[in-house]
């Protein structure tokens, strides 16, 4: 289990990512309706950093992609997602 602390941590990483990425940005921008003032002021939310995970983790080659250029496994993104607000999975079996 990953402390929300680490999390966050990982999200700002992704969030930078995210926004030197001239192809991506766009895309999450429209997608989620946040302009670039916006991710100013949702770097210190834990809740809008989850959102930065979530439309990361939609891909499985954005999720490679940042972790290759961030040097981290694979499987951070989504750790670090379930340790911030609303990432909790339901399991249903």
């Not at 990982?10 to 309706?33: I, K, M, R, Y």
């Amino acid at each position: 289990m990953i402390r929300q602390e680490t999390a966050e941590t990982l999200a700002l990483q992704a969030l930078g990512w995210l926004a030197a990425n001239d192809e991506l940005l766009p895309v999450f921008l429209g997608s989620t309706g946040a302009s670039v003032d916006d991710l100013r002021k949702g770097a210190g939310d834990p809740e809008f950093l989850g959102s930065v995970l979530d439309f990361i983790l939609m891909d499985d080659q954005w999720v490679i992609a940042f972790c290759t250029d961030a040097g981290l496994a694979f499987d951070l993104p989504a750790r670090a997602r379930a340790a911030l607000p609303g990432g909790m999975q339901e399991h249903w079996t």
